[in-house]
């Protein structure tokens, strides 16, 4: 049975655009750190600064975990959907676009894979060949969020062994630059989301009315 994943898409773009909303000040944060000199900083007046930097920090993790959860259930409707328009068009189960996202290694080509799926069964004919640039939209987003996730873990480690201070400003550029891919990736996100949902919408109103 279709179920109407718009609800979900318009409160995963909003949770989207907050993560983008909360890169901005996390590379402010950044910037700020590669700019200071810290052999003239008074550390006894950044009480007020550092607790800024910890509320930020906070409040993105929060927003990302949101962002998580929303974005999985609204990529399960959706294949569930696309199960509809495709019964013979997936290579895994459904539940796979749940569990593929929590499998060490597996979790940067299982869910593109899945993605993929989807966007075929969406289409107007699942059985059509891919038309020319066809998933450019869905390969660049998939490739921006896959490079800040690898970017941001290099720039943890880093930060976790840095011993002296250029080692933690090298984790800091890192972090600058994770920064940058996460942004660009949540702005391609939004596309996607909003592209492929329209797909299955008009898709869906074709057929039969989605519950």
Same mark, same amino acid.
């Given at each position: 049975m279709l179920r109407n994943p718009n609800g979900l898409a318009r409160a995963l773009m909003i949770l989207l655009a907050a993560n983008i909303a909360c890169d901005i000040p996390?590379?402010?944060?950044?910037?700020?750190?590669l700019g200071t000199d810290y052999r003239y900083e008074d550390e006894s007046g950044n009480l007020a600064m550092m607790g800024a930097d910890l509320a930020t920090y906070l409040l993105t993790i929060l927003v990302f975990l949101a962002t998580v959860v929303v974005f999985v259930v609204w990529f399960h409707r959706v294949r569930q959907n696309a199960e509809v328009f495709a019964p013979d068009g997936h290579g895994r189960g459904a539940g796979w676009a749940i569990g593929g996202w929590f499998v060490p290694? /597996?979790?940067?080509?299982?869910?593109?894979?899945? &993605? *993929?799926?989807?966007?075929?069964?969406?289409r107007p004919d699942p059985s059509a060949g891919d038309g020319p640039g066809e998933l450019r939209l869905l390969n660049f987003w998939w490739g921006f969020w896959i490079a800040s996730r690898l970017t941001l873990w290099t720039s943890e480690r880093l930060a976790m062994r840095a011993d002296t201070l250029d080692d933690l400003l090298t984790a800091t550029w890192w972090e600058? /630059?994770?920064?940058?891919?996460?942004?660009?990736? &949540? *702005?391609?996100?939004?596309?996607f989301v909003r592209r492929l949902t329209s797909m299955q919408d008009a898709k869906a109103n074709g057929m039969i009315p989605a519950a």
């Amino acid at each position: 049975m279709l179920r109407n994943p718009n609800g979900l898409a318009r409160a995963l773009m909003i949770l989207l655009a907050a993560n983008i909303a909360c890169d901005i000040p996390l590379g402010v944060i950044a910037l700020r750190t590669l700019g200071t000199d810290y052999r003239y900083e008074d550390e006894s007046g950044n009480l007020a600064m550092m607790g800024a930097d910890l509320a930020t920090y906070l409040l993105t993790i929060l927003v990302f975990l949101a962002t998580v959860v929303v974005f999985v259930v609204w990529f399960h409707r959706v294949r569930q959907n696309a199960e509809v328009f495709a019964p013979d068009g997936h290579g895994r189960g459904a539940g796979w676009a749940i569990g593929g996202w929590f499998v060490p290694i /597996a979790c940067f080509w299982i869910p593109r894979v899945t &993605a *993929v799926d989807i966007w075929r069964a969406s289409r107007p004919d699942p059985s059509a060949g891919d038309g020319p640039g066809e998933l450019r939209l869905l390969n660049f987003w998939w490739g921006f969020w896959i490079a800040s996730r690898l970017t941001l873990w290099t720039s943890e480690r880093l930060a976790m062994r840095a011993d002296t201070l250029d080692d933690l400003l090298t984790a800091t550029w890192w972090e600058l /630059a994770g920064t940058v891919l996460d942004a660009t990736a &949540a *702005v391609l996100a939004i596309l996607f989301v909003r592209r492929l949902t329209s797909m299955q919408d008009a898709k869906a109103n074709g057929m039969i009315p989605a519950a």
